[in-house]
């Protein structure tokens, strides 16, 4: 119903967490009480997953939030199929910008790499960067961001109380969404 619903964000979302979640279960069985390097094309993999994840889930939360925002201040009950269209491929501008962040910082943070990983007993390959002003700006400073950004759309939360009444009027008229499935994604984002 996401995609019914062209909420692009919570499929980026979906996408990220699936994503990060597959790339450290697979570390976590491979290096089980052990820390050989018995696969360093994945961990080459791995830390790239993880490092589009640390920007790619804060961004598809920033869409997620936008959404909401746009939702609960609708102006109109009614909204035609182009207009959803439209809204849909603007408010999931963060979640395309995303792929940016994270297509291009893995090759970014070669800068602030001092080698290719590192490999910790459980929880498998790990970025290796060092403790330096750069590496704040290169990689650390991304997800904090886009974090802020998104927590300014915590204004959704008062345009839906503020517009309770009209609010209900156009969830009776969109049957993919309804009260319950906003307020989870208002908890998730």
Partial sequence: WHIQAWNSGTCYFMMWSSLACLNQF??????????????????????????????????????????????????AVSVSRGEVRN????????????????????FVKYIVQGHRYDIL???????????????YFISYMWPILIGLVSAVYFLSLRSFIRRRVQFNQFLSSNKSLTAGRYLRLMILA
């Fill in 26 to 75: 697979v570390n976590s069985v491979v290096w089980h009480n052990n820390a050989l390097n018995p696969s360093p094309i994945w961990c080459e993999i791995s830390i790239r997953i993880l490092m589009g994840a640390s920007v790619g889930i804060p961004a598809a939360s920033l869409c997620i939030n936008r959404r909401l925002y746009h939702i609960a201040s609708i102006q």
């Fill in 121 to 135: 007993e459980d929880p498998g390959c790990q970025p290796a960067l060092y403790n330096t002003l750069p590496t």
């Fill in 87 to 106: 809204d849909a491929t603007f408010l999931s501008t963060p979640g395309y910008v995303s792929y940016f962040p994270s297509c291009i910082l893995p």
